[in-house]
């Protein structure tokens, strides 16, 4: 492991070669340009708070300060998975031209998708200060641990699927159903003492997600330090994706010229 780590950081200038162009080309020739980073997720907030104050109300006080702080790092996350998992497929000819660590690819996916969130992130600290929901200190120097769990766990499934898209191409489809039901079991619209319903309360239990979108919410949102079980569950389950992701893709990779 560490020396795969050591590898990928004699590639750093590759990494950042690729990641720059990723996002130098994700809006190119649009008319807002780097905008889209902003206008894109607020887009997509202002959905759901349209659909749960007015069609499914939601007794909850702020509750589009509440979606924010959760739907942000949602969206990182979701668009890490997403990307990541068919990034080595759709760099096959890289991949089969010349040599260098292919963990490479996967890895400046989710490092844009990084940049990306915390760009976005003013948003959520915008709307925390203009909204006049404002801040806690104490809580608030907990953030870059909410921040450091949601990229290991991130860039570890990134991995992991990625690996598994080469061998099965049905991986990148699947992907999209998951997280389609993968959000709605993330307590993101709504409140987790507001589900009556012990199956669906397991189910929040043994989601992954549940615990790094709770720090940010307790955090930001609620305005208390997040208790001592979900900040181990989260850094927990973080480093094991991590290693896990690395493992099966470090051994999986031997084989991706071939059977790319």
């Not at 509750?63 to 702080?69: E, F, G, H, K, Q």
């Not at 990307?83 to 490092?111: A, C, D, H």
């Not at 990625?162 to 191409?169: G, H, I, M, N, P």
């Amino acid at each position: 492991m560490f020396e795969f780590i050591r590898e990928l950081y004699q590639y750093h200038s590759m990494i950042l070669n690729l990641v720059k162009r990723d996002l130098r080309g994700r809006y190119k020739g649009s008319l807002l340009g780097f905008l889209w980073n902003f206008v894109l997720p607020l887009m997509q907030i202002l959905v759901y708070i349209m659909v749960f104050t007015i069609v499914f109300r939601q007794n909850i006080e702020h509750y589009y300060v509440y979606l924010i702080v959760g739907m942000i790092p949602w969206i990182m996350f979701s668009e890490s998975i997403n990307s990541g998992s068919g990034s080595v497929v759709e760099n096959s000819q890289l991949i089969t031209k010349i040599y260098f660590p292919r963990s490479v690819i996967p890895v400046s996916i989710v490092i844009s998708k990084f940049i990306n969130f915390l760009i976005s992130m003013t948003i959520v600290f915008a709307v925390l200060a203009i909204g006049g929901h404002g801040f806690s200190t104490g809580p608030l120097l907990l953030i870059p641990i909410a921040i450091a769990c949601l990229f290991m766990f991130s860039l570890g499934l990134a991995v992991l699927l990625a690996a598994a898209d080469v061998y099965l191409r049905d991986v990148q489809y699947l992907i999209n159903v998951l997280l389609m039901m993968w959000i709605w079991i993330t307590p993101i619209m709504y409140v987790p003492d507001s589900i009556d319903s012990a199956i669906f309360n397991l189910i929040l239990d043994i989601n992954p997600m549940t615990y790094i979108i709770e720090l940010f919410q307790d955090a930001l949102y609620w305005k208390i330090i997040p208790s001592f079980e979900i900040i181990m569950i989260s850094a927990i389950e973080s480093i094991v994706m991590v290693v896990i992701g690395f493992w099966i893709y470090q051994k999986a990779s031997a084989d991706f010229a071939e059977v790319l």
